[in-house]
């Protein structure tokens, strides 16, 4: 406890009141009350990133969960044939390095030799530029709401963490008596009737922990946009987490720490509303 | 049971999409693999295959030499180690004392650590730093070890597998005339093994692959560790060539397939105890 | 003592160990200084090998502690904090102002001024003019430069011989510092070379999106990136417009140029590519070349001067030894800073990295320029071959004649080419450029130059002003036309 005292806790007590200085690592901090939440607002980078992280956390979280749901009910079905192989496939992604993952993924992506422009060109589709560039996805009604290099990011935090959640699903599958699925199906429910309604509410705590986990991870991402963006601010990809580490090394702290506020604040707003949901689903 | 399986056309099927997607997961570390071992100008537009034309150890060697990995991998298993062992102790221990001891203010101390856990870790490590510094723990091995002993996560995560520690057990310990300390490791300890084992994965895990705070803390020639290390090799002047990078990438990334692949049943087992008991 | 007990006070006794493990301080006792740098592992052989040793060796007394950090910024500003600094540090020209005026560095002149142990006007007129312009931040000089990285022009011989045979009537010249913009477009155009399906085969021209190509087009078209207070960004001037669009005629007009092949980090960079045969122009670094030479030993390249605009100019760029505020042994620091600087030092330092000429007229102007040894990748075995390869004496001409016209007026009495713009938010403004040059020169793209460039001077000035705010200034008024 002490050391989380130490190392996490009292510098993120001092890190919030930093937010309210102008501090730039010398000298006696000035107090400069919401000025940075001020400067913050009227940043035109601001706005950007806080849509990104949103986006982020809106495809990837729910994409990452519901995969891992499905692959999950499919390998735990009695006939599925070689489970720890496919586990031991899906999951290894997790455990990869980020850097690895940034090398790996960006030469995957290269315009001209990545596989995947490869793959769009051989069935004859024009690859968009998945690592740099403004070209935005369009959305019908919403108009350009998404970068592909933004996308990208998108597309591998889910491949990173799909087979992560589909290891927690299949524990806790593993937990659902055998019977009480048997039963619905003497009942006469569907295959589908039963994932959905006897399944999927067995491991609802299991929903809840990957939603709430993923969504802190999706709010705070930084080193999967950082290595994919070659260690670098790309405005294309340019989430908070991204913008934070950039004012810090511009040492401009207090700027940053505001930011880290911003980040805090969307985490707990997020989290109360999805127990709230949570909650309400169980009664 | 027999009637219970579904038609054969929705079994291959089943199947095919789950072995697609798991293919689809393992193709950029096939890849990566793959490049490693091929020469440079086998990497050029015009003459991709799958398989190296002629395998290119070398490059291992080459990326090993270019970025001194060799003397960063045992800084990099020491503090991962070194991690795992008193993360899995020290998250333990608090998880007891939050789970099963009655003191005054832990109701608090629930609570700090769950707002621990939503923290973004960015907001807090300059000042983290700092304190680190003041300590003297800057460019050595306890900067990339103590700062990690204790985890908000771990902590909830060890306190959501004691909690599933029957009473009645420690109740009968108590009896016995253990003391606490006795209980956790005699009875608790025990019981939660696969939930530290599988804590004990991620530590390690986290541990081998963390980047930002070593890049903070520790990033000269005594204490820098693999991630550093290999990042070099894409920045700067001399960037390397791409078997050559992806060779990094495949020395750092295999010792943890390793690892996984021989506690996947701990892990699988540790997930099981905790992550549906929430 | 019961088992468990014994267990507990072992892992107790382990922690307490690593935490109490006593820690060797960066800063010793008695006169050791300590110098940072960053940079790739084998250069540590010189700058600790040869400098610390040497610098060792010159002053037995001290002893110098050295230190390569993966990001030395993160790490100077991390000590800052905790008052704490190197005594000889290495410093980036975009970090000099900033740092300076955060006050992270020491200032030098009561040393320079110093008649014992300062530096003679002589000395000091070695460093080429455009770096000596820029030294001083608010009247104080805080840093001595260490080497001065020239942008230049590298070109594929094979491919203009081969266009030249194959195309007798219309022969194209090697670049040379005489070449226009015009000839410059119609010598990319010429060569570049499309398959029967209109892919690109082989780019006439290419360079990496980065702030140095926009800022070095944006000077010979008679621009420049701040206004001469610095209060106001100016990327969106006439100079840069006409940048800007120099660029998009020769990615859309000629097709000479994909700004697509255009990220070093990619992996298939366009130095990548030009080592492939597969760009005829490369704008780059002096860095680049040492670099070519190794990665592809058979290609037949030269460097040449840039091209002129309606004006010569070179953006250069410039690594500074400075002094920490910090530090403990500020005597000894500025004497190694000397040391460093001096003559054989600096000759030194082009001999075996070959990145760039170091910030020292006398050693670009002497016999140790025009050939290098190079640097092993195993000084106990050569058969293992070079980190940097060697220059010989008749390699200097393709090779390392381009570099000092970067020093040297005109004929015609104009300014030396070379310039280094400086700003507090030079790193700001690096990365706004870079990620403009991408979306602007993007395929899909429509916006225009201007529009382009006031989102960059917009953005720049809304850094300016909130550093004023915070400093109790007003915001500054800008004029009409210039931006908002």
Redesign the interface.
Known sequence: MAVLGVFVLAPTVLGLALALTDWDGSGVPRFVGLGNFGALLSDSRFASAFRNTLVFAAITVPAQVLLGFVLAAAVNAPWFVGRAAVRAMLFIPTVVSIIAVGFIWRWMLEPRTGLVPLAFASAGIEAPDFLQGGSAVSVPMIGELVSWPMLSVCAVQIWKMAGFCMVLYLAAMQQVPESLGEAARVDGASRWQTLRNVTWPAVAPTTTFLVVTGLIAALQVFDLVWALSAMSDSPSTRVLGTLLFREFQQSRLGFAAAVGVVIFALTLALIAGESWRARRAEA | ?RS???SLPW?VF??A???A?????????L??IM?SLKA??E???DR?SLWPRAWQWSNYAEAI????LDRFFMNSLVAAV?TTV?AG??NAA?GFALAKLRFRGRRT?IW??LA???????????????????L???????AL???F?????G?FYMKQAVAAVPDSLLEAGRLDGMTD??L???LVLPAIWPATAALGTLSF?NS??S??WP??VA???SS?T???????L??????Q??PV??A???L??LP??I???LF?RA???G??LS???? | MRRSTALIVGVFALTAALVLWPRDGLVGGGKTIWMTVWGMPFEDRLFRDEYARGFERERPDVRVEYGRFADVRLKYNAWHAQRRGPEVMRVEATWYIDMARRGLLEPLTPYLRDPQRGLSPERFEKIPEHLRRILEVDGEIYGLPQDTAVFGLLYNKDIFDAHNAANPDRPIAYPSERWTWDDFRRAARELTVRDANGRLERAGFGVALWAWPFLTLQAQAGGAPWSPDGLTCTVDDEGGVAALRLLRAMQREDRSFDPLLADYTSGMGPDILFGLGRVAMLMDGSWRVANIENNYPNLRFAVAPLPKGTRRAVVTGSIFWCISRHAKHKDEAWEMLRWLTDDPQAARYWDTMRLAPPANLAVIRGPGFRQTGGMLKDPADPSKGFEVPPMSADQFGDRAAWIEPTFVAGEDGSPAPGFLPMHELQGDLFAELASMLVSYLSPGSTQSPEAALRGVAERMNELVDRRRRAAGLPPVQRGEGLSR
């Open positions: 049971m219970d399986r579904p079994r089943a199947h999409v789950v072995y997607a798991a293919l689809a997961a393992a193709m950029p570390l890849w990566m490049t440079d100008d990497v050029a537009p991709l030499r270019a970025a001194n070194l008193l102790f020290y608090a101390a700090l650590v621990a856990m939503m923290l973004p870790v960015q907001a807090s490590f300059i000042v983290a730093y700092i304190i680190a510094a003041r003297g723990m800057v460019d050595n091995m306890q070890v103590v700062p002993i204790a985890s908000a996560f902590i300390l006795d956790f490791w005699h895990v081998w692959n980047f930002l890049l903070v990033d000269s020639e820098k693999l991630p550093i290390a290999i990042a070099e894409a920045g700067g002047v001399y960037v060539s791409w990078r992806m990094a990438a495949t750092i990334t943890l397939v690892v996984f692949l996947q892990f699988v087992r997930v099981t992550g549906v008991k929430e």
